[in-house]
């Protein structure tokens, strides 16, 4: 699996990209590469019900990339890490289909995000989740802990895509499923977009050819059982659509069984 890192970095990106997603915790009507909010989530293919049972500042604030969690079939009493949690969109989801017995730590290394997640987990008395700062390449999770991993729009944003896929199994118990809605390439981007560190950002730059990411799954310890296009997901600047339409970057949901 490549991971490109060899002109990037990653200290500025890791800036720009907590930068950026502050900015969505903060000021989610600014304008981005990407769209945000309720009405992207509902486009997405979230069911309104769902989103009506979890807080609306946190929906305010969702950047996710498609739906999985019809594919992650959460049961009660189940336990659930979100790797990049964000506002808490997915995580609260979660919640409500673990029920009171169930558990959810979201993590997440921007500090904004996680002030929002928690405010808002505070104020509508979401006892079952918990939000941590940490790495989605090494979060602070027992290992064998979790039935199920869940990231949305995260981790293509990652330098080293390697280990969020070795920590997602890590942390899974054997038979776990990990659940995920991402941004992939039909073919390989080129220097002069991996190096750019506000199309990184943005979720494109550090987007994996596609058949790399598969690979990489499975290299973690993986069987990847479902995988679907998200057609409803699209980028909304110029810069970030000719991109798009250059190297074929799409959203993708995938469901994988740790082994
Ligand atoms: C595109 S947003 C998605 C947030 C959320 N999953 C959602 O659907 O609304 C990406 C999130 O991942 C977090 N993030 C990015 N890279 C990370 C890393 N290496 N470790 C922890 N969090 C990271 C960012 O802080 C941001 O909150």
Redesign the pocket.
């Known amino acids: 699996m490549t991971t490109r890192t060899r002109a990037l970095d990653t200290t500025e990106l ?1 800036q720009r ?2 930068g950026m ?2 900015e ?2 903060l000021q989610p009507d600014h304008d981005f590469h ?1 769209e ?1 909010g309720r009405a992207l989530a509902e486009r997405l293919g979230y069911p309104p019900e769902d989103l009506d049972r979890i807080p609306a500042g946190a929906i305010d ?5 498609g739906y999985f969690l019809d594919l992650a079939d959460l049961a009660f009493g189940e336990t659930v890490i ?9 995580s609260f989801l979660a919640a409500l289909h673990v029920g009171p017995h169930g558990r959810v730590v979201g ?4 500090e904004e ?1 996680l002030a929002k997640s928690r405010r808002v987990a505070v104020e509508a008395g979401f006892g079952n989740v918990d939000f941590r700062v ?4 090494a979060p602070p999770v027992e290992p064998g802990c979790a039935d199920c991993v869940i ?4 981790i293509n ?2 330098p080293d895509k390697a280990a ?1 896929f070795a920590a997602a199994a890590r942390a899974l118990r054997p038979g776990g499923r990990l659940a995920l809605a991402d941004i992939v390439t039909a073919s390989q981007l080129p220097e002069g977009v991996t190096c750019d560190a506000s199309l990184w950002a943005a ?1 494109i730059g550090g987007a994996m050819q596609r058949d790399h990411y598969r690979e990489g799954i499975q290299a973690a310890g993986f069987e990847i059982e479902r995988w679907r296009e998200n057609p409803r997901y699209r980028f909304v600047s110029d810069r970030a659509d000719n991109a798009t339409q250059k190297y074929g970057v799409k959203s993708i949901s995938l469901l994988a069984r740790r082994l």
């Open positions: 890791e990209v907590k997603y502050a969505v915790a990407f945000t604030s969702f950047a996710g990339v979100d790797l990049g949690s964000g506002s808490g969109t997915d993590v997440d290394m921007t995000q940490g790495y989605i390449e990231s949305n729009g995260v944003l990652s969020v979720c």
